[in-house]
């Protein structure tokens, strides 16, 4: 089996471009810390890896030529390449101070997400995960700030919310929340 040089030069030319657009988003953000104040992050290593691998594969089955199939197959990639491109955006991030926690609501991708919210420690009424196993606290009137195990610090904010409210902790770590 011979490698087409034209696909070859796509590939590279994709995973190239999405390989800079992953490093110039996940740049000049503080790193990860627990304590009283901290952030957790998506990790810029799983998405910086996935996106120019999905971005060349996309890119060289794209200009391929080779049908329809080929043709989805393509759009599906650089779609996946988009979304851990997105990820890696700040807007993603988990904060915490000593006042409360501040993250994305919900983990969607534009349009639909992330809006932020803001959540004091005090109003927090319940931690738990949603039916993808994604984190969540909320608040009594349902604001949310979600996060996943994927997000770098999630041990460390997992720490800051037990010491600051250790009420919401069972002996099972979080409740599955099916209607979410």
Known sequence: MTIEPFLLISFLSGAAIAAVMAYRLSRG??????GPEGRAAPDPWRSGAV??????????????????????????????????????RPSYDVLWTTDGLEGPSALLVPPFGPKRDFLLWRDLRRIGKDRWGNRFVEDAFGHRICWNWLYIGDGHLLARLETVRPDLFDEDDVQVDSAA
Do not use: N
């Not at 953000?29 to 627990?34: E, T």
């Not at 996106?51 to 197959?73: C, F, H, M, Q």
């Open 29 to 34: 953000r503080p790193a990860v810390a627990g």
């Open 51 to 88: 996106a120019p691998l999905a971005g060349g594969l996309g890119t060289a089955i794209l200009l391929s030529g080779s049908g329809l199939v080929w043709l989805l197959a393509g759009v599906g990639l650089l779609a996946l390449m988009a979304v851990a491109l997105i990820a890696l």
